[in-house]
């Protein structure tokens, strides 16, 4: 009931920056917290960067410095900033999210990942 729309992945030079968005749309009535976790190939899903309705972010120890998340809860967007990129940060990345419905039931999405590829 609730779909996430990733954008902004792709194919970036070592040193590079990108900027993912992820907007969510359906039958909303609040979304507590949207953040972005990662895959690498072989290795466990991980958080990256969340960020509350209230503004508080959270952020993996190896992207601290070099990345900002932020949202616009008007647009039920979240973004991720992502600079000075490094070939381990290569991995797939998910949006999530997590709420309550309009019949105020509890909802928890993912997004169907995007690509980021980071070349030495």
């Known amino acids: 009931q609730v779909q996430l729309a990733e954008s902004g992945g792709g194919l970036v030079q070592a040193g590079g920056s990108l900027r993912l968005s992820c907007a969510a749309s359906?039958?909303?009535?609040?979304?507590?917290?949207m953040g972005w976790y990662r895959q690498a190939p072989g290795k466990q899903r991980e958080l990256v960067a969340a960020?509350?309705?209230?503004?508080?972010?959270n952020y993996a120890e190896s992207v601290k410095g070099r990345s900002t998340v932020s949202r616009d809860i008007a647009k039920n967007t979240v973004y991720l900033q992502m600079n000075n990129l490094k070939p381990e940060d290569t991995a797939v990345y998910y949006c999530?999210?997590?709420?309550?419905?309009?019949?105020?039931?509890?909802?928890?999405?993912w997004g169907q990942g995007t690509q980021v590829t980071v070349s030495s």
């Open positions: 359906g039958s909303i009535f609040r979304i507590n917290a």
């Open positions: 999530n999210a997590n709420g309550l419905l309009r019949n105020l039931m509890r909802f928890g999405s």
């Open positions: 960020v509350t309705s209230e503004g508080n972010a």
